[in-house]
């Protein structure tokens, strides 16, 4: 097995913009907690667990690939049954919420199967120094380029596949990633480069790569287990149209795109998701997601909300929602805030864990994320002090 680098990456809270000065410093690394709660970010051992990828290598022959080293994407598009299947869709966005990446996405359904893939676009949170090493790139993110990118002829950076099969159990849900340029090594240590490889870890953020498929998980959901190499529970997650930026070119404006983001919906909604990414695509779509021509609408605030809406609409919907509805605390009623206000008081304020993915926690020098949103740190410290909690977020 060779060791992986995955130098342009790929692929799981939209953001406000505010000027909160500083972002903290945090304990946990980012997309951790499939790992380990106690997973800090200073912790070598942590981190050679993020990295390792040799749970990936045998997840990915678990899913039925028989040399990993040498599987490709052009592979995945015929096995996956995304070549032969009978519905597509197909749409172009930044998801401004989570990656900043320009967005190619597209699903296919062959039978009860759903194979997904979606190229992405723009800049990469790492790059390469003269080194040739892997250091942050002071370029990232940047939603503008990345969407102009995603309608350029040109090459995608990368990758991510999903597949819904409900005939596989566990892997009922699998994920892929694949590099357009990859470099690998050979039994002598010498360099190999690659067109769309297999990846067994990539980066999400600047804190460095980690491993597929715990890493997709960290947002999708679901549970690993190490002993065999299987997820099982994870979720495709429902796109929420209005958290995305559009390109400003013909055919591509939401509108533009509407019918084919309804399709994408109704794609997850066939998938068997659990019932909160179920009411959440309801809710964009009141007329019904497999409604031919049916639109999003705007606004949607789950019942359990609606007395408290103003802090569901400026916290839980830009900078938990994303992840959490596919976690086993969805935040889908006030009461779940309430139930778990010392949790969260420690997590937030304390410990800084979450968000726990690096765009929708806030980047120093970019103004992005919670600790850059004054507006969602008020109306969060409204929340803490209504349940005896003073000073959190500490106020700037």
Known sequence: ?????????????????????????????WLSYKYSNDCSGDDDSCFAQLQDITPAYFYYTRLGITDPDNYTFDMWLSDSGYSTGSVFARA???????????????CAQSGQRIACYVLNFGYTPLTVDFEGRLVPNGDWPNINFAVSEAIRPGSPFGAVAMI????????????????????SYDGDGNPVTRDNALLYKVALDQEGEKSVPRMCMGCHGGTYDKSS???????????????????????YSFDE??????????????????????????????NGVATVGSTAVDGWVPSGWLDHSTLYTSVVRPYCRTCHVAQPV??????????????????????????????????????VGFWKDLVAQKDLRDFFESQGVSNCPPPD
């Open 229 to 251: 190499n299987t997820a099982t529970g994870a979720a495709f997650l429902p796109f929420d149209v209005f958290s995305f930026r559009y390109p400003d070119a013909t055919g």
């Open 92 to 106: 172009v966005y930044g998801n401004l919420a989570d990656l900043q990446f320009g967005r190619d996405m597209n």
């Open 1 to 29: 097995m060779r060791r992986a680098i995955w130098i342009s990456l790929v692929f799981v809270a939209p953001l406000l913009m505010g000027g909160c000065p500083h972002v903290p410093d945090r304990d946990n690394a």
């Open 257 to 286: 795109q509407q019918e084919e983001l309804r399709k994408l919906n109704a794609f997850v909604a066939a998938t068997s998701p659990g019932q909160p990414i179920l009411d959440l695509i309801d809710g964009l779509y009141p």
């Open 330 to 367: 969805p935040f889908t009623a006030y009461s779940d805030f309430e139930d778990l206000v010392d949790r969260l008081e420690v997590q937030v304020c304390h410990k800084h864990g979450m968000p726990n993915a690096q765009i929708p926690f806030g980047l120093d020098g970019k103004q």
């Open 164 to 183: 819904y099969d409900p005939s596989q159990d566990p892997n009922r849900v699998s994920f892929y990633a694949f590099g357009t340029k990859i470099v």
